[in-house]
């Protein structure tokens, strides 16, 4: 029988708590301890592929070979016979898969996506994408995430599994990148679909164009929607550690929201005002109503009840996503 390690739980909080302050105080505050170890190895595991990614020291060549070794470390924990030859990161992965919830469908999509979005983004670097790409990223990211807090915070707790389920999180990873809009251009991540630019180039100076601050403006309002909607799922959730968690991350990025409408749809380089004392005080308002709030029951049905474990294509058919979403560098 695998035992998880020690030194593996201890590298985990230290890469948690080096990346997000906020990721590590929500798993300290709102994972139960029994899996809180593990709930830092899942962010730090991938949080160490995605720098090894985005880093200058790997050619295309080498992140693509990285990037498989990765894969085919993942097939090989589900499949229970991991190898004993890795690095102290890769011991994340095999310590979490080996563990008490190493079987869980949650987990189980929650790593799959996020090896299909680390693969993704490896070859993808420098290239334009499409709109049809970036709702595909989005999805897939909002499911990960999601899934993510119902198997660590949530336990399963018997939340609706319909469409809804997923919105706030497709909402926060769209602010994300508004936020973050100037450093992914800088790295070489466009997020700007090239429909919106009609093909030019895109670099720092294009930011304020009209045609993209309009684009802008559609993605503030459609992230508006899904944190509405996902307030609305949230509700109706009968576990509070869950609702708790949800209005935290949803409160965390309406401050940015806030930011980009005030200033016409114009981005900035900095949002880190957007943490100061009033993103706090929504922060912990919002948390102590949905905390003392009783479960909602879903006002109408959003969409037919799917199982956890169907696969996520078919799990949001409302948004139709790429099969093989690469393209060729």
């Not at 790997?58 to 690095?87: H, M, S």
């Not at 898969?97 to 070859?123: E, S, V, W």
């Not at 993510?148 to 609706?160: E, L, N, Q, S, W």
């Not at 991350?249 to 100061?276: M, Q, T, W």
């Amino acid at each position: 029988m695998h035992t998880t390690t020690e030194p593996s739980a201890a590298l985990a909080a230290k890469i948690t708590g080096d990346a997000s302050k906020q990721t590590y105080f929500t798993i300290r505050t709102l994972v139960p301890r029994e899996h809180r170890d593990d709930a830092f190895r899942a962010y730090a595991y991938f949080r160490w592929v995605d720098d090894q990614i985005d880093g200058d020291e790997l050619t295309l060549e080498e992140r693509l070979d990285f990037v498989e070794a990765q894969k085919e470390l993942l097939a090989r924990c589900i499949e229970n016979r991991p190898p004993r030859a890795l690095l102290s990161e890769e011991w994340l992965l095999v310590d979490l898969t080996q563990g008490p919830l190493g079987q869980d469908p949650g987990l189980r999509i929650y790593l799959q996506d996020m090896m299909d979005l680390m693969d993704f983004d490896a070859r993808r670097r420098g290239r334009r994408i499409s709109q049809h790409e970036l709702k595909w990223y989005s999805r897939r990211l909002a499911t990960a995430v999601t899934e993510a807090v119902y198997t660590f915070v949530g336990g399963r707790c018997g939340a609706p599994r319909t469409i809804e389920r997923y919105l706030a999180s497709d909402g926060a990873h769209i602010t994300h990148m508004l936020r973050d809009l100037y450093d992914d251009l800088g790295a070489g991540y466009i997020n700007i679909p090239i429909e919106v630019s009609e093909g030019e180039a895109i670099d720092l100076d294009a930011v304020h164009s009209d045609r993209i601050r309009q684009w802008v403006q559609e993605q503030v309002k459609t992230a508006r929607a899904y944190f509405a909607e996902g307030a609305a799922y949230l509700a109706s959730n009968p576990n509070p550690r869950c609702r708790l968690a949800g209005a935290w991350y949803a409160a965390r990025f309406e401050g940015v929201l806030d930011a980009i409408e005030c200033e016409d749809y114009r981005l900035r380089r900095d949002y880190s005002d957007c943490k100061a004392y009033r993103t706090v005080l929504r922060m912990v308002w919002r948390g102590l109503r949905a905390v003392m709030a009783r479960p909602m029951p879903l006002q109408r049905q959003y969409a037919t009840p799917v199982p956890i474990e169907v696969p996520v294509r078919e799990r949001l058919k409302s948004t139709p996503i790429l099969t093989e979403p690469r393209g060729k560098e």
